[in-house]
């Protein structure tokens, strides 16, 4: 949420000259609506089953940069898919002093948004719940506090060694 994946993302793929995918856009380009309306509508179950068949059809699909929504890792097969992956996943990180202010209005946000507690709150007890998924999956991991897009991207093709 804000770490950057679309940004960084497309950065990337026009270094390497390939295509971005973003299975957000995916899901809502199959359900006809924005995702916060999906989650409004359908519920977060209905939204996850769309996004485990979005992640499934882009990893057998997609030869470029792929942004995985970021509550993606919550589906145990998705977590093995991507464990099994032979191309590199990235994590990126941010902590909320440098990501409250790339959310923009976080009452948008489906899950920083459920529940009672503020967005702060949620946003360290959602984090604080995926921790373990996030490192189960990734082979790298970014910081992105106090770098732009820009250096995020450039660390990440050094990592990849693909500058
Ligand atoms: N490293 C960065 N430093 C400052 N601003 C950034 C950085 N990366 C992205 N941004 C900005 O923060 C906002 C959120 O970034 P972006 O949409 O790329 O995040 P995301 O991880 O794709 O989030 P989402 O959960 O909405 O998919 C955008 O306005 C973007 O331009
Ligand atoms: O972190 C999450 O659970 C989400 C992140 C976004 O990419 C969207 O998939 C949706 O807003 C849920
Ligand atoms: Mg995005």
Same mark, same amino acid.
């Given at each position: 949420m804000?770490a950057?994946?679309?940004?960084? *993302?497309? %950065?990337?793929?026009?270094?390497?000259?390939?295509?971005?995918?973003d /299975?957000d $856009? !995916?899901?809502? #380009?199959?359900a006809g609506?924005p995702v916060?309306?999906?989650?409004?509508?359908?519920?977060?179950p209905?939204f996850?089953?769309?996004?485990?068949?979005?992640?499934?059809d882009?990893l057998?699909?997609?030869? *470029?940069? %792929?942004?995985?929504?970021g509550?993606s890792v919550?589906?145990a097969? /998705?977590? $093995? !898919?991507?464990v #099994?992956?032979?191309?590199?996943?990235v994590l990126?990180?941010a902590?909320?002093e440098?990501v409250?202010?790339r959310?923009?209005?976080?009452s948008?946000?489906?899950v920083?948004a459920?529940?009672s507690?503020?967005?702060?709150?949620?946003?360290?007890?959602?984090m604080a719940?995926?921790e373990?998924?996030? $490192?189960e999956v990734?082979?790298?991991?970014?910081?992105?506090?106090?770098?732009?897009a820009?250096?995020?991207a450039?660390?990440v093709?050094?990592?990849?060694?693909l500058?």
């Amino acid at each position: 949420m804000g770490a950057g994946k679309s940004a960084v *993302g497309a %950065l990337l793929a026009a270094d390497l000259g390939v295509q971005l995918r973003d /299975t957000d $856009a !995916d899901v809502e #380009a199959v359900a006809g609506r924005p995702v916060a309306t999906v989650f409004a509508e359908d519920g977060e179950p209905a939204f996850r089953a769309l996004e485990r068949a979005a992640v499934v059809d882009a990893l057998a699909e997609h030869p *470029g940069v %792929l942004a995985l929504g970021g509550g993606s890792v919550l589906d145990a097969d /998705t977590r $093995a !898919d991507l464990v #099994a992956l032979r191309s590199p996943v990235v994590l990126l990180t941010a902590t909320w002093e440098h990501v409250a202010g790339r959310l923009g209005d976080t009452s948008t946000r489906p899950v920083l948004a459920s529940g009672s507690a503020g967005a702060e709150a949620r946003w360290r007890e959602v984090m604080a719940a995926r921790e373990k998924h996030y $490192a189960e999956v990734a082979d790298h991991v970014v910081p992105t506090d106090g770098r732009t897009a820009r250096a995020v991207a450039d660390v990440v093709l050094r990592l990849l060694s693909l500058h």
